[in-house]
């Protein structure tokens, strides 16, 4: 359960309850059916925010408990967030004040995009796509606040808007393609890492331990994936790690899958086993 559903959940509960309320104004043809779908929505939304709330006071991993309130943050010091926040304050501001030199200000943040995308600089680690979840916090209220600006002066919307909108998805795409070498060239090191070890491989004596994709979360799962059928090899999470998927040597995953080898099959002598 991601505890990050806390926040879009009050903003849609937030909606569906003023739908409620305004359903009352409809005719009665449609007013049943119309009370019944936002009373269901809102009824969702509460029970998100239940769910959230609760494990939040009590994750799975009791000792991972403050992990949610730094990775909530985390993502704020991350070059594509704050152009992405930048963006959208801009264009917020520049419904909201009328004047188009905010829509045009907003294209700045994107030539930074655009810098970083050629430089190579501020890519995108793996643990980010995770602590992303932290912009539900900040992006989507100023996306909602700007959705609605838009649907109340609908006739006033500036040409420059899609332009603007249009120039950073691009960009924002094109730098994600651009990484994609990066990650080839990631998974092939950790292809190498697992051809020259067997068994159980510390994550500090390889040479991925500091890479550009190294991240804790994905390291044992990875290991696996990338032998298929057969695992030989799996890099090991210092012990310093708190959570992860599953630690490899306590047991094996994936058994309909795939099979291990002689070094790792001990760990678990009920897994298929493969030469």
């Not at 004047?99 to 995308?117: E, N, Q, T, Y």
């Not at 700007?146 to 002066?153: E, G």
Request: glycine share 6%; hydrophobic share 50%.
């Amino acid at each position: 359960v991601y505890e990050a559903s806390l926040f879009p959940s009050l903003l849609f509960a937030g909606i569906f309850l003023i739908r409620l309320r305004q359903s009352e104004k409809v005719s009665p043809a449609v007013r049943q059916r119309s009370l019944w779908t936002w009373s269901v929505a809102l009824l969702m939304s509460l029970v998100a925010i239940a769910i959230a709330a609760y494990f939040i006071v009590n994750p799975v991993n009791p000792a991972n408990r403050s992990s949610f309130a730094e990775g909530m943050f985390k993502m704020i010091g991350n070059p594509q967030a704050l152009v992405a926040l930048a963006v959208a304050i801009g264009l917020s501001l520049g419904f909201v004040t009328r004047r188009l030199v905010w829509c045009w200000i907003s294209i700045a943040p994107i030539g930074f995009l655009f810098v970083l995308m050629v430089t190579g600089r501020g890519p995108i680690w793996l643990s980010d796509s995770f602590q992303a979840r932290g912009l539900s916090l900040f992006l989507l209220p100023l996306l909602l606040v700007l959705a609605l600006i838009v649907s109340r002066v609908e006739n006033m919307v500036p040409r420059v808007l899609p332009m603007v909108l249009c120039a950073y998805l691009f960009f924002a795409a094109s730098y994600e393609i651009a990484s994609l070498p990066r990650w080839a060239a990631y998974l092939n090191d950790f292809r190498q890492e697992l051809a020259s070890n067997e068994g159980l491989v510390p994550l500090a004596s390889t040479d991925i331990g500091s890479g550009w994709g190294q991240w804790a979360w994905t390291n044992p799962t990875i290991s696996v994936l990338l032998q298929s059928p057969c695992v030989r090899t799996i890099v090991q999470n210092d012990p310093s790690v708190t959570w992860q998927p599953f630690d490899p040597s306590q047991r094996l995953v994936l058994q309909d899958y795939v099979a291990y080898g002689p070094a790792l099959h001990p760990i678990d002598p009920m897994a298929r086993l493969c030469d």
